[in-house]
């Protein structure tokens, strides 16, 4: 076990012990310890830790006695940033059930996987996304839908802009299987007792898979409450902290950094539904936010902001995150106004959030960390599994108590993904890196040919698949290329079918792909070609191409 980093450790316990209760219970205990500090800010109005357990147990109460929803069953949670979110979430876990959170920018053909996948019977939703997920009730399992409007929870004394979810009145519905969120909570059903256990599933992110399929990774309470306590502690979250929420609660580092933990530890959370730096800069100001955990593109979105001042931000003591390394310029911008440094760190959905963590007071820049609580990290030659020392460049592999127990249903995958060392199971993250003299974790390329656009995660193999659908493409290639913006951007490469050259154009297939794909994923960029770059065996040399971008890149 690597323990070069054990000097550079804070001055805290190098173990953690794993509460063998409930992501609920954290919750309860929360609200019994303070049941009157604001658990929620929302856009003027204010949450306390009482009221939100109030809420979650109604709720949890309808899902059980209305709804007839079992234990462990896997209900999809399809919203935005929200105080519907978090109660949402909760509730379904209050009910002993498994939430699916998917990404709201997913398209209605897109979100039919997901539900037949898991065979989902009910799912919350965002009115907002309302017609992505209705046509799913006559076409799916889907059979009950519950239906958020975000302006219910807002204050009326916010001065700031809200974003359009978050101003539209609560629709009505008089569809069968449809139910407003607010009667839903009036209603005031009792649920049953809370029986899950530590090794009960409590969530299924999904991520995609070599094959391109997305995936949902299993996380029981026991793996979401590894990384609950380790970012607690790491961060040292107390209950007078303000945590300053940008990112999407659907995704595992705004999951369990932004939710998770602030409640475990009593604070109090400032929902953003959308981002927006102005909205940003005053709500750090007017709530004394303390803590923000968020990615680089909103970094350098915020520091752009001629009107921010260096006295509107003083309150924070913290601003973290990962996803993708922050230029060193742009930390160096950071620092000179707030005098903070970002805290980078590292971690996958399969591992709910975090492996490495860098410390605070002698964190690295573009660096992944050191291993975090528990985590034995290791660095090995990708085809011999030969482990690797300082310097020396492989794939990260990570046995901790944060790593899922694998991917649902689908057992090829498992088989593929984890490999036993020293009688240790180590998962194998797909990512090449090294490790310095001091134990800190680097990001050097990836295995797989996942595409990193403003944080989000774009698998190319999916993205063709969709292209693939347009009837005047025979083959497509997608890499991500450079942008100075979101870091990477997508591109597709298109041969195309007989009898289309010079009937369609590059512009009509990104229209075409516009409606087909969410908004982070579809290809920026097309360039038709008359022929790929093959290997012997025909496989399209993906890289190749992608490398092409890079070098044309360089010469701009």
Known sequence: MLTLHYEHWPKLSKTLRVPHTSLYDNLKVTATRYPDQTAIYYYGKEITYRQLDEEVNALAGYLQQKLGVTAGEKVLLFMQNSP????????????????????????????????????????????????????LLETTSLNSLIVAAYSDYTGEEFAGELPPEAEVPASTFTKPNHYLWKDAIECGLEPSEHKAGADDLAVLPYTSGTTGLPKGCMHTNKTVQ?????????????????????????????????????????????????????????????????????????????????????????????????????????????????????????????TIAQTHFNPADRPKMQCLGIPSFNVDARILEPVTLKEMGPNEVGEIVVNGPQVMVGYYNRDDENRSSFIEIDGKSFFRTGDIGRYDEEGYFFMVDRVKRMINASGYKVWPTEVESYLYKHPAIQQACVVGVPDPRRGETVKAFVILNDGYEGNVSEEEIIEWAKEHMAAYKYPRFIEFRKEFPVTSSGKILWRKLQDEEKEKAGKR
């Open 226 to 350: 590894a990384n609950t306590l380790g970012a607690h502690y790491w961060s040292r979250s107390t209950a007078t902290t303000v945590h300053l929420m940008t990112l999407p609660l659907f995704h595992v580092t705004g999951m369990v950094h932004s939710m998770h933990m602030p409640i475990y530890s009593g604070s109090t959370m400032v929902i953003m539904t959308r981002w927006n730096r102005n909205t940003a800069v005053e709500l750090i100001k007017s709530q004394e936010c303390t803590h923000w955990v968020t990615i680089a593109t909103m970094i350098v979105d915020f520091l752009a902001n001629q009107n921010l001042k260096k006295e509107d931000i003083t309150s924070l003591q913290s601003i973290s995150g990962g996803g993708a390394a922050l230029p060193e310029a742009v930390g160096e911008k950071l620092f000179n106004l707030s005098g903070l440094k970002f805290v980078e760190g590292y971690g996958l959905s399969e």
């Open 84 to 135: 519907q979110f978090v109660i949402g979430y909760y509730a379904i876990l209050r009910a002993d059930a498994v939430v699916v959170p998917i990404n709201p920018m997913l398209t209605a053909s897109e979100l039919e996987f997901y539900v037949q996948d898991c065979e989902i019977k009910t799912a919350l939703a965002g009115q907002e996304l309302y017609e992505k997920v209705s046509p």
